[in-house]
Structures are given as structure tokens and as C-alpha cells.
């Protein structure tokens, strides 16, 4: 399965290169791996200003990352939360309002896969403390995402936020 995903990935930046001649043998194979290695270093600073930003702006920097598109959806433990970009602006001025401070960080596990040249999907664990007008709170997950660049910034175009889920209850051990 990995090898077809690799072989779909080189394929279609092959393809987004016709045109263009190789001035050796391997110069389409080696532009092709550079292209691959830019995304990936391109979306790995994009998710670090992401936690720079959030962390020194608050929750009002997320409107820089979100892509102003209808296509643009958030989801956060399996439940829509933005269906679209207006649903994402009340979001984020209901979030400014409750939150004080955040402090975001992405894991070292941070995994990108370069689709084409203009997209990826990203994935990784976060953590974040977020001091708020009721008390400070620690939590923990695992992103996911698709990000798009356009005008040469990336975005995010698809985001899903995850916590994990306490164990469900045995019905057994709690009959009476």
C-alpha cells in the first residue's frame, strides 16, 4: 500500500512538470524528489509558524491559516465544528474572547505527505495549555489535516482536532 501511495505521489509531480526537459538521465526523477522535499519542508515551517503565531498571537492568529474558501472545514472529535470560513471567524472570536493565553506544540512524530506541489496532508500530536477566564487547561491529541498552498503561503484547507476518548465503561462490572 505505502509503495502505491509513493508511486501515486511521484506520478503526479511527474506530471506536473511536462514540459519541462531533464538535462540529464535522472534530472526528471531528481527535480521530481526536490519538488517532494520542498512541499515537506515548506508545509514542516508553515506548522511551526502555526504554533508560533498561535502561541504569541492567541486564538485570533488562526485566521492567517485558515484558507477563505468554501471548501474550508474544521472538525474536532469526530464532530463538525466550522463547516466554512464565516463558521470559523465567529468560532475564533468566541475563542478570543473566553481564552488569554495559548501555548501550542506540535510533537516530534510531525508527519507530512506531499500530494501534488499544491497540496499535503499533514498529521501530528499536539499539546497545548490555554489559560482562560476560568482556569488554565492542559490538553492533548493528535492533528490532521489537509493544507493547500496558495500565493505561495500554505493553509489549511481540511483540519480535525482529536483528545483521546476516556475507555467506555464495562455494562458488566456496573450492573446491579
Known sequence: MRRLLVVCIIAAF???GRGQTASSPGGRQSSTAARVEAVDQGVRAFMQTVAA???HDGPSAWRRYF???PAFFMAVNGSMVFANPAAAEK???NAAAEIKHIDLTWGSALRVDPLTPT???VAAPWHEIRV???GRIDASGFFTALVELRDGHWLFRDVHWSEPVPPARDAKTHTQ
Open 119 to 121: 497540496l499535503a496532508v
Open 14 to 16: 511527474a506530471n506536473s
Open 67 to 69: 484558507l477563505s474558501s
Open 91 to 93: 468560532g475564533i472570536a
Open 53 to 55: 503565531g498561535v502561541t
Open 132 to 134: 482562560t477566564t476560568s
